[in-house]
Structure formats: C-alpha cells, structure tokens
C-alpha cells in the first residue's frame, strides 16, 4: 500500500517571502502522478499543481512549482512571492496510475502573516 | 468550477440514528468517491464508484454503505451513526478521459452526539 507523509504540521512565513512544503511517499510502483491541494478557511479541496512520474520536467504553476525527486520519492512545493491569500492547508496526493484512488498525507497548515 | 453539490451542508444528529449525506455532480463524470477529513489524517477514502451501481471499498470502509443508481447521485449511508463519525465528508468526482485529477464538492459536516 502507498503512504504519503508530509512531515511539517505548521508553517509560517512572511508575505512576498518564498516556501518550501515537503512531501515524501512510498510506493513500488513505477508509473503514478503526485498532485497538491490547497484547502483554505472556505474548506473548499483546489487542486494546485500535478506531477507524472513519467516526466522529468517539474511542473510549474505560475508562482507554484514543484521539486520532483523520483529516486528519493519526495515531492516537495515551492511557493513564491508568497501572498496572504495563500494561507491555507496543503495536501499532497498521490496516485498510482491506471487506481484513480487519491492517497493523501496529513496536510501542512500554512500561514502567511503580513 | 466542477458542478459538484453537497447536501446537508451540516448536520447535527444523535448516535444511533441513520444518516444519508448526498452528493450530486453535473459533469458526467465516470467516477465518484466520498472521503472524510479528520484532523492528523488528511482525507481518507471511504467507498467509491467507478459507474452506476458499481461500487468498491476505500480504507475506512465499516459502518459506511453507498448506492449509485444514476450517474449523477451518489449516497452515503452511516446506517447507525456512532460519535467516531462525527466529521467533514467530501465527495470528489474524476474522469479518466478528461485526465486524473479529483475534483471537490464543498463539505458536509457532520456531528454525531
């Protein structure tokens, strides 16, 4: 079974500073795709950024982009130029391929103080 | 925004009692699922579907059922709730045709007293 941990319960930056959220998971898998959800105080689940495992290149999102490191199943997020509206929790996700079951960690809550 | 919809939105009952929270989607999407989200635990699945009345199992399975019986609505039944079900439950739907994110309804929040 895969396990996703993210290892950082809380964070707290300044606003326009950058962060870094990580996320480590363990599967014998060799094809599946990593996403990042932001869950703000509206509760509402967004999807930030996704990642195939298959491709080498990270994904980028605007001021969103990620670390893939396949060999040492990590997946962390970078938050640039961060804003207030980013403070929320933060959820890594991952996916084997061909599942379509999501398994997740257990969130980072983050905080982005003026 | 995906057209997902939740209802209740919150409820409050009393252990014991039969709960069925509703999911409705507008995307045709093929797959439907329901998680529930408990602080330290991330969101954690419960059953899901992969089309009408095809349903499986997730991790956190017992004392939950579900029915699919149109693509549309999928049901989550707590058939005697118990106060370790007091949660927020979501329901996400996905399509593999139209890639492999998950999409979320808003949340309901339940309290078993």
């Known amino acids: 079974a895969q396990t996703v941990t993210q290892s950082q319960p809380e964070m707290s930056v300044q606003e326009a500073e950058t962060v870094t959220l990580s996320c480590t998971y363990d599967t014998s898998e060799n094809n599946y795709y990593l996403f990042w959800y932001k869950q703000p105080p509206s509760r509402q689940m967004i999807l930030v950024i996704r990642?195939?495992?298959?491709?080498?290149q990270n994904a980028t999102e605007n001021r969103f982009s990620v670390n893939f490191q396949k060999a040492a199943k990590s997946f962390s997020l970078k938050i640039s130029d961060s804003q207030l509206g980013d403070t929320a929790m933060y959820f890594c996700?991952?996916?084997?391929?061909?599942?379509?079951?999501?398994?997740f960690g257990q969130g980072t809550r983050l905080t982005i103080n003026p | 925004d995906a057209g997902i919809t939740q209802s209740p939105r919150h409820k409050v009952t009393e252990t014991g009692t039969p709960v069925t929270l509703r999911c409705h989607q507008t995307?045709?999407?093929?797959?439907m699922y329901w998680y529930r989200q408990d602080p330290g635990h991330g969101l954690r699945l419960i059953h899901y579907s992969y089309g009408v009345k095809d349903t499986d199992k997730g991790e956190v399975s017992d004392g939950y059922s579900v029915s699919r019986s149109k693509t549309e609505d999928f049901l989550l039944t707590l058939e005697s709730a118990t106060s370790s079900q007091t949660s927020v439950y979501f329901c996400?739907?996905?399509?593999?045709?139209?890639?492999?994110?998950?999409?979320f309804g808003p949340g309901t929040r339940l309290t078993v007293t």
């Open positions: 990642q195939e495992a298959y491709k080498q």
């Open positions: 995307e045709n999407h093929r797959y």
């Open positions: 996700a991952f996916m084997a391929q061909g599942a379509q079951k999501l398994v």
């Open positions: 996400a739907i996905s399509d593999p045709g139209q890639g492999h994110e998950q999409y």
